[in-house]
């Protein structure tokens, strides 16, 4: 089947209400307490990066199986989303999905749990660290940045 705008709009409304029910049903069942799910407590534990683990586990349950379990492609939705939330405070405007022209630049510095804290290079593909502090992360990347090209967020 090909896609069109014609076929998105017409099926997104479907998409979403079943990721919904994805959602509501999973907040109930791994319910921690009033704000917090198991899922949390488990990336408090490993990191985020834990949740796109998650979802290659159902992509790959995806390719196996024949017929294609339907409530997967859901659930890797409902994933993305909960991945988007707790990344909320690492994300630009842009990111976010708002459309601004002054988008707010994104701090390369970063912590990851368990870890320690590191910097992503120009590329953000490439992270370096870990370092015990973040002002020993940021004075390491302040380092790192001997082009004037490259800027320093000092917060």
């Not at 534990?45 to 294609?68: F, M």
Request: glycine fraction near 8%.
């Amino acid at each position: 089947m090909n896609t069109n705008i014609k076929q998105k709009e017409e099926l997104w409304p479907i998409f979403a209400k079943a990721c919904e029910a994805q959602w509501k049903g999973g907040g109930d069942r791994y319910a921690l307490a009033d704000d917090k799910e198991f899922t949390d407590l488990i990336c408090e534990a490993v990191g985020n990066e834990w949740i796109g683990g998650n979802i290659i586990k159902y992509v790959g349950e995806i390719k196996n199986t024949s017929p294609r379990p339907e409530l997967n492609f859901f659930k890797i939705a409902v994933w993305a989303f909960i991945w988007w939330i707790k990344e909320q405070e690492n994300m630009t405007m842009r990111d976010k999905g708002e459309e601004f022209d002054d988008v707010l630049t994104r701090d390369p510095i970063h912590y990851n749990a368990g870890k320690g804290w590191y910097f992503w290079k120009e590329t953000w593909a490439d992270e370096t660290g870990p370092y015990t502090t973040k002002s020993e992360a940021r004075a390491a990347l302040a380092s790192y940045c001997k082009d004037d090209k490259l800027s320093v967020n000092n917060s």
